[in-house]
């Protein structure tokens, strides 16, 4: 299966899209999203950071 993700472009953290799981420090929205060939994947949505509303522990 597909997994997309959506980065916020020059945000300040890293985002991890090297894996398909949840496992982003800003804790993406998980979307299903059907593909040009109908497949269905995933689509991960990532949140841009600046560290203040989310601070990480
Ligand atoms: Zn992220």
Known sequence: MTTLHVVPIGDQVDHDTSTADVDC?????????????????????????????????
Request: proline share 9%; with cysteine.
């Open 25 to 57: 420090v800003c804790g993406p929205e998980v979307r299903p999203a059907t593909q040009a060939d109908g497949s269905v994947g995933w689509l991960l949505v990532h949140h841009s950071l600046d560290g203040r509303e989310h601070a990480s522990p």
